[in-house]
């Protein structure tokens, strides 16, 4: 089956070239016409599995806080314009 598969597509970049390269060679390869709707199947598992690295995940969390602190700010401005 399609998912039993998936399992094996790996993670490292020169790894999954490799992987892809045997695939394509191979006699039945993940991209055979098969089931309607399986290569929307097997980029729906990829992006499901995809895990951002933990520096992204801080340079994130980082952009987002300033961007709160921002709306903040421009608040109080507008604010402290209606006053005057």
Known sequence: PLWAKLVDI???PDEALEFW????GGETRLTDSGPRGKWNLL???RILSF??????ERQIAESE???RRTAKSRQKIKTAGDLV
Not at 21 to 24: E, G, K, L, M, T
């Open 43 to 45: 980029m729906n598992a």
């Open 10 to 12: 790996p993670e490292d």
């Open 21 to 24: 390269i045997n695939d394509a």
């Open 51 to 56: 895990e951002l690295p933990p520096e992204w």
């Open 65 to 67: 806080k300033k961007q």
